[in-house]
């Protein structure tokens, strides 16, 4: 008997604990989910807008929007009014950036703006990127870079990577701002899932000749681009693509 009743008396025990474990699950659930979509209203550019430009003037090509809480710059700006009469955009602002007061001044260096393409003949393209893409944030105006793609299996074709331009220099690079990417990947049983996730990414702008801009743009809709950072002394060739088959091959 007495047996029974500590039998019932340790089940009980047992009871209360895991109804606290419970709930104590729960909260921190319930936590982690509040932080996840903890936003906060932020000022940020829809539209390109020239260096020297008030905000009041530029209000269409701005608008609040709710950004995750730690994803915010610091002293991002809410409102357009936040600003002083007297002061304009320092340099360009590009689409997704949250308008910050080091970015605003009361003179722009207009001369900042014009993007130094360094041969005569080349263009300037620019291409966003994640920060793994751009090396960590290494790439800075002045660097060169290899480009690469990496193309996906689409079940028309075997996935890839390769070398899409050995050698091009960087000339520029833009603010880093999240981006919402939505993917879609179809389960084994055949449905279609989606997946949602925030990413950093940043406008880097390349000095580039006619062809190579016309393969940066048709490859960055094909597949992935990155970016790998060189030296003088680092060597690149276009090669042959890496595959599944190769991967764990020679050379």
Do not use: C, H, W
Request: charged share 20%; glycine share 8%.
């Amino acid at each position: 008997m007495a047996r029974r009743r500590l039998l019932l008396a340790a089940a009980a025990v047992l009871a209360v604990l895991g109804a606290l474990l419970a709930m104590l699950y729960v909260r921190g659930a319930d936590q982690r989910a509040d932080a996840r979509y903890d936003t906060r209203p932020v000022l940020v550019v829809t539209q390109t807008i020239p260096a020297g430009t008030s905000l009041t003037a530029a209000s269409a090509s701005l608008a609040v929007q709710e950004v995750p809480a730690a994803q915010v710059i610091a002293g991002a700006l809410t409102d357009v009014s936040q600003a002083s009469a007297d002061q304009v955009t320092l340099t360009d602002l590009y689409p997704g950036e949250q308008v910050v007061p080091q970015r605003l001044g009361t003179t722009a260096d207009l001369s900042a703006t014009s993007l130094q393409i360094t041969d005569d003949g080349e263009m300037a393209i620019s291409v966003n990127l994640t920060d793994p893409a751009r090396v960590a944030g290494f790439v800075e105006p002045g660097s060169e870079v290899a480009v690469l793609v990496t193309v996906a299996d689409d079940g028309t074709r075997a996935a890839f990577s390769r070398v899409l331009l050995p050698r091009v220099s960087v000339i520029a690079v833009g603010s880093t701002t999240p981006t919402t990417t939505t993917t879609t990947t179809t389960s084994s049983d055949g449905g279609q899932e989606e997946t949602t996730e925030e990413l950093p990414r940043t406008l880097i702008t390349l000095s580039v000749d006619q062809r190579q801009a016309q393969r940066v743009l048709l490859a960055q809709q094909q597949g992935e681009l990155a970016f790998a950072l060189l030296t003088d002394d680092s060597k690149v060739g276009n090669g042959s693509a890496v595959t599944p088959d190769n991967l764990f091959g020679k050379g």
